[in-house]
């Protein structure tokens, strides 16, 4: 047992009604770093937040003996440093608060100048944590800034953050808290290609500081430390090895079906796509905060039915562009835009822009509320409003349940949104883009969090949409694999300038 991190024995775990684990076992030993690997709601994630104490255990026992050796060589006696405070956790959703610290961020905030600076910066958020004890000197402040490459980003609110600088801040928090024993769920999501060379040395170094590293991870994307794979399947642990054993194929992936062709053109019939000659049309569009140029003369023209890749390291400037063509982004109004033939600030509402747009992005997946059930989530997509605030409506929900069918979410209808995985989540937020049809959809990252299988089968239905009518599309990704056949045209942004079109 000396050589014990944490053991798990023979647990049962349940949440509301749900039993999330029977008779389940785990142990890592000292020196060893674990990757759990599985397809979508095998209990990855859930397993991440059983170790760090989220979920009551109503069977068996886990054993923090890190937790008993950190006491005895620090010769601790304070009752109140429980094993929770030794555990630093990194989850796909972060949750911020206003400086007020009275409420939750919320979606368009970023792009509202008065409500964005109740934000706090990137300096004022990492200040504010505080180590349990000076375990772990290798992590101090200024080092941890330089390391996670967060120097330039200080005084940045952290709303106005992309995606993947967002998670970079999210691991120096978790570091700065001299965790021993460290839990990433996914960490690679919404990194760039270099970012993630990067990312797998910066775990080198945080193993080497005496961390222990237990996260979840697709069965592609295993990084470089890792010792032990654990692959699970239906809640349950079906295989343990040392990663030199470990083979992809070795998680389940079901076969993808072929979309229904005759159900997916009844659905969009229902709905047909208005016709339009120029859906978006930029003329050296400038976006600013403050004295940070964001976008630089830009000029982008997409006719109907064409089908876009957007490109371009974190913190390019992708997501402000597309702020600016889904409506959300005020600045609009000082550019030179035309949206579905209509130059901006001529009368339209955002919401008739928001009416042939269908959207999904990580920071709408990030800020979507999670009450609603999941059918309810998917309905509001007639309404553009981030949940069902009306009574619903028979036959819309008909449709959106026929749309679950086609992304394969039928049997989360009527579960609310926060009681399924984070993979299943997306999906229905973008069943929520799909079910008006509308003329424009911009998928922003869609396959964040997606299995092989989830990934395969909705880019093949982004295909079979694109070939039957005269949608347009734009796609953005860092994977290459990603991107739909159909997708026949590149713009490329870096440091928000167009370098490739």
């Keep these: 047992m000396g050589n014990l991190v944490i053991s798990i024995n023979n647990i049962t775990v349940r949440n509301l009604e749900q039993t999330l684990f029977k008779n389940l076992s785990f142990e890592v030993k000292k020196a060893e770093h674990w990757a759990l690997v599985g397809e979508s709601g095998s209990g990855k994630s859930v397993l991440l937040q059983t170790i760090s104490g989220k979920f009551n ?125 460290l839990l990433l769920d996914n960490p690679l999501t919404g990194l760039d290609v270099q970012s993630r060379v990067w990312f797998n040395r910066l775990l080198n170094e945080i193993t080497e500081s005496g961390i222990t590293v237990v996260l979840a991870t697709p069965p592609f994307e295993i990084p470089d430390i890792i010792t032990h794979v654990a692959v699970l399947h239906q809640g349950a642990i079906v295989n343990t090895m040392t990663r030199d054993k470990f083979n992809p194929t070795m998680v389940n992936v079901p076969a993808v079906k072929p979309v229904d062709m005759s159900e997916l053109n009844q659905l969009l019939s229902l709905n047909p796509v208005a016709r339009f000659d120029d859906i978006v049309y930029m003329k050296n569009v400038n976006i600013s905060y403050g004295e940070n140029r964001v976008l630089s003369n830009v000029n982008w023209q997409i006719k109907q039915g064409e089908h876009w890749a957007l490109l371009g390291a974190n913190g390019a400037g992708k997501s402000t562009l597309l702020s600016l063509i889904n409506g959300d982004n005020p600045q609009a109004y000082a550019n030179d835009i035309v949206l579905f033939d209509r130059r901006r600030g001529t009368g339209e509402s955002i919401w008739d822009i928001k009416s042939k747009t269908g959207f999904v992005s990580p920071e709408l997946y990030q800020y979507f509320p999670t009450d609603n059930t999941c059918l309810q989530v998917i309905e509001s997509g007639f309404y553009d409003t981030l949940g069902l605030f009306r009574q619903s409506s028979p036959q819309k929900a008909a449709i959106a349940l026929r749309w679950m069918k086609l992304l394969e979410l039928e049997a989360y209808a009527n579960k609310p949104l926060k009681g399924i995985s984070a993979s299943a989540q997306r999906l229905c937020l973008l069943a929520r883009a799909l079910v008006k049809n509308p003329v424009l959809l911009i998928f922003d990252e869609p396959c964040q969090g997606l299995d092989a299988h989830q990934q395969l089968h909705f880019k093949h239905l982004v295909d079979a949409i694109c070939t039957s009518g005269k949608t347009t599309l734009i796609y953005v990704t860092h994977y290459q694999h990603e991107i739909p056949d159909s997708v026949n045209l590149m713009l490329k942004l870096d440091k928000g300038r167009v370098v490739e079109v």
Excluded: M
Aim: glycine share 4%; net charge positive; hydrophobic share 35%.
């Design 57 to 181: 255990i109503v069977g068996g026992r886990i054993h923090h003996f890190y937790h008993e050796k950190f006491i005895q060589q620090h010769n601790i006696n304070d009752p109140n440093l429980t094993f929770h405070k030794l555990i630093a956790s990194v989850s796909p959703r972060h949750h911020f608060r206003n400086l007020s610290n009275t409420s939750d961020f919320y979606y368009q905030q970023r792009f509202n100048s008065c409500d964005s600076e109740d934000a706090p910066t990137v300096d004022t958020y990492l200040s504010a944590i505080r180590p349990v004890a000076n375990s772990n000197p290798v992590w101090d402040f200024e080092t941890t800034i330089e390391k996670l490459r967060l120097g330039p980003l200080r005084e940045k609110q952290l709303i106005k953050l992309s995606n993947g600088e967002t998670k970079r801040l999210l691991i120096a928090a978790a570091l700065l808290k001299h965790p021993v024993l």
